[in-house]
């Protein structure tokens, strides 16, 4: 199985700030490799896919890019909407392992 | 753009049963694989089950294989998630999702979830 460690488990920051979220893979996994932002109450939401591609309709702050197996979420400019816990998921195996998630708070 | 809405989930006892739906509109839903995933009280995301365009190939996590049993009704536009030998480690709130295959695969839209409470 593909394990995904993401860092921080959680970061403060303030509006304004620019902020990096970090995926590591077990083992590569080319750029099969998704990002997802989860509000409480809420379903999650597709950010990026394919580790750089944004998501039709997602605001150009949040980008995403890939060195082996580390994957990276930036926002480069942080709105009080983007206040949410963030996850990884591969897709390179039939297991799609989420990433355990980073809450992002104020 | 498509709509998901989940139903069926509620309090059962350990060792029950209970069988959720999703229904799915705005877009051809036989083309698409479909998933479930989950999300425990203060937990993260767990992909649950996946289920291919016609039924082709099933899948399912570690955690729920031989309990649980995916299934689709293409003419209604429905998935289905027949959870048996419930535990209280399933508790959560499962989400219906559809996947979308173009290399690489991801999901890009999910139902608002059902909540599933095992407990005695």
């Known amino acids: 199985d593909i394990q995904m460690t993401q860092s921080p488990s959680s970061l403060s920051a303030f509006v304004g700030d620019r902020v990096t979220i970090t995926c590591r893979a077990s083992?590569?996994?080319?750029?099969?490799l998704n990002w997802y932002q989860k509000k409480p109450g809420k379903a999650p939401k597709l950010l990026i896919y394919?580790?750089?591609t944004l998501q039709t309709g997602v605001p150009s702050r949040f980008s995403g890019s890939e060195s082996g197996t580390d994957f990276t979420l930036t926002i480069s400019s942080l709105q009080p909407e983007d206040f949410a816990t963030y996850y990884c998921?591969?897709?390179?195996?039939?297991?799609?392992?989420f990433g355990q998630g980073t809450k992002l708070e104020i | 753009d498509g709509q998901l809405v989940e139903s069926g989930g509620g309090l059962v006892n350990p060792g029950g049963s209970l069988r959720l739906s999703c229904v799915a509109s705005?877009?051809?839903?036989?083309?698409?694989?479909m998933q479930w995933v989950r999300q425990a009280p203060g937990r993260g995301l767990e992909w649950v089950a996946d289920?291919?365009?016609?039924?082709?190939?099933?899948l399912y996590a570690d955690s729920v294989k031989g309990r649980f049993t995916v299934s689709r009704d293409d003419a209604a536009n429905s998935l289905y998630l027949q959870m048996d030998s419930l535990r209280v480690e399933d508790t959560a709130v499962y989400y219906c999702?559809?996947?979308?295959?173009?290399?690489?695969?991801?999901?890009?839209?999910w139902g608002q979830g059902t909540l599933v409470t095992v407990s005695s």
């Open positions: 394919a580790a750089s």
């Open positions: 998921q591969e897709s390179y195996s039939d297991f799609y392992t």
């Open positions: 705005g877009f051809r839903f036989n083309y698409y694989s």
């Open positions: 083992r590569p996994i080319s750029n099969y």
């Open positions: 999702a559809r996947l979308v295959t173009n290399r690489p695969p991801h999901i890009d839209c």
């Open positions: 289920v291919s365009s016609m039924s082709s190939y099933i």
